[in-house]
């Protein structure tokens, strides 16, 4: 496409770059911005800019925070369970669901040899040495990973790691989700529904 | 959903406000600058910053343009022939055809008593102003906007306001979609397709 201005083009080019958008999209969102107030603009690139440079990330574990103040230090927080999440949105998933009031654990990523990414580029080796170092605080580590091929080999190295401290460790349950049908529910899901059934409890 | 930073929420919120763009997708968005290098986000914001501040707007046409060369007055562009769109991306469509060669008026928007948007607010005075004062250089204006109601509306005002100027009035040809199954085309669009018939060239 040919754009009437290098600035257009330029804007798209960048605006481009993020994920899950492309060239038509970019440039509604560019004249999107042409037809609204500076100020909107001024707003929005501020905001990133900060963002990106006064962001930091939590020494334990491993949460976005821009204060000293982490949630995983926090009084209400219950400090026997961590959850190891792979990134924030998963964080904020299970947080939103006001069922869980431990702490988390991010590991930045999952191990995946195809895209070149070993256990020593994840947060795994700080998650042994706080549980560790928590000399029996700690008394359960969920594994709340996808339940994709990368998502199974990361937690079974994890499980593994984690052995030797003693420590339980468990994994959120896999089945039919809730309002899911029978029918339309895959095999391996199914199968895995079975074998895991859990005690009934009226009122489910 | 709660943000583990207030910088985070900030981000959000302000990317959200971008059209089309949701919580989750600018959740996403931040989380992707976080991890690319500072570099990503500077380019951005500069390139947004910069459309914004030093766009400017042909007199003429209401092109989009950062130098005074705007392509409304450039030797190869056929200057007999004006076609009248809505917004740029309707320009950069009918640009990219290669089927034509001459000059656009550039809207700014459609006539809309719902959204209060009347004919003043549009750059009609100037469509008119420009076909006078071409002293008979222009020939024909196209009316290439969207068929729906606010579009055929603002046509008809056109046509209303350009009839004193005699400059020949043409519109878009509206049909069959080529590639298009006839069984599937709607009821109005086929009626017109039959109405606007057109003499058959073998080779089309």
Do not use: W
């Amino acid at each position: 496409m040919e754009f009437p201005s290098e600035l257009i083009e330029e804007a798209v080019r960048e605006i481009s770059k993020l994920p899950g958008i492309g060239k038509k999209t970019a440039l509604r969102l560019a004249l999107h911005l042409l037809k609204e107030k500076q100020a909107t603009t001024e707003d929005l690139t501020e905001a990133l800019l900060k963002l990106r440079k006064e962001t930091q990330y939590c020494d334990t574990c491993h949460i976005i925070s821009h204060t000293t103040d982490c949630t995983c230090r926090t009084i209400n927080t219950d400090q026997s369970v961590i959850c190891v999440v792979v990134d924030t949105p998963d964080m904020l998933a299970i947080r939103s669901t006001g069922q869980y009031k431990g702490t988390f654990h991010v590991l930045g990523g999952v191990i995946s040899p195809i895209e070149g990414v070993g256990p020593e580029d994840l947060h795994i080796d700080s998650l042994i040495k706080r549980v560790q170092e928590s000399a029996g605080e700690v008394q359960e580590v969920i594994l709340a990973l996808s339940a994709t091929m990368e998502g199974d080999t990361t937690s079974f190295y994890i499980s593994r790691k984690l052995e030797e401290t003693g420590v339980k460790i468990s994994t959120i349950a896999r089945g039919i989700p809730i309002g899911g049908e029978l029918e339309y529910a895959d095999e391996v899901t199914l199968g895995r529904s079975i074998v895991t059934r859990t005690a009934y409890l009226s009122g489910e």
